[in-house]
């Protein structure tokens, strides 16, 4: 279920005149089974992009975490935001389009990996049941899997050198990964729940019920 921070302007999708689809949509998030190491709150959503917009916040939680900000930058962080275009979109080929953004710290010989970025969109594709090598939900996926289409998207790894008086370790390694997909169902929890997987098997965390052991060191 989605957090209890507090929604920034403009991203309760329950005022006066917003379509009942959108409304729905962005109702159904509140179903979607998260971790409890991972704290999602709404944010604010992009105001361009199509008539009507949603997003959220995730974060992976740290002993020192609070509510997700605004624009969070922790090591393993991510953004879900939701389109919805009434009249249809032909890029999308549907009315509700997802837009997901996640970035984690890696270390340097995974950032030089050269099949790095194959692993990666295979977390993606494998989270939201679509077959390799294909853009959409393939026939016969389990109950559980998000019906979508018109998935595309790019894995990127990047390497930062820090000077002068900014914290944080000299070099930095990122994996960052963009994806945008069209819901053919307006029940978004599923997308909502593929989403927090992918950011929790980027940032490492351990599978659910499962205790990773502290270092003695």
Sequence with gaps: MIGSGT????TTASRAGDPADF??????LQAAAVR?????????????????????GAEVRTEDSEDVPTDSSGSAFGRLIVLY???????????????????????ADLATDPMLPEVAWSWLTDALG????????????????????????????TSSVRYGDIAGPPRAHQLELRASWTALDPTLAPHLEAFCEVLATAAGLPPTGVTALKSTD
């Excluded at 190491?37 to 959220?56: E, G, K, N, T």
């Design 7 to 10: 929604p920034e302007s403009g």
């Design 23 to 28: 409304t729905a949509a962005v109702a159904s």
């Design 36 to 56: 409890p190491d991972i704290d999602v709150s709404p944010i604010r959503p992009p105001q361009r992009l199509a008539p009507y917009s949603y997003a959220v």
């Design 85 to 107: 275009d009434p009249d249809g979109n032909d890029a999308w080929s549907g009315t509700i389009r997802l837009v997901a953004y996640i970035q984690v710290d890696v270390e």
């Design 130 to 157: 679509v077959a390799e090598g294909e853009d959409s939900t393939p026939t016969g996926t389990g109950p559980s899997a998000p019906a979508l289409t018109a998935l595309g998207g790019t894995v990127t790894s």
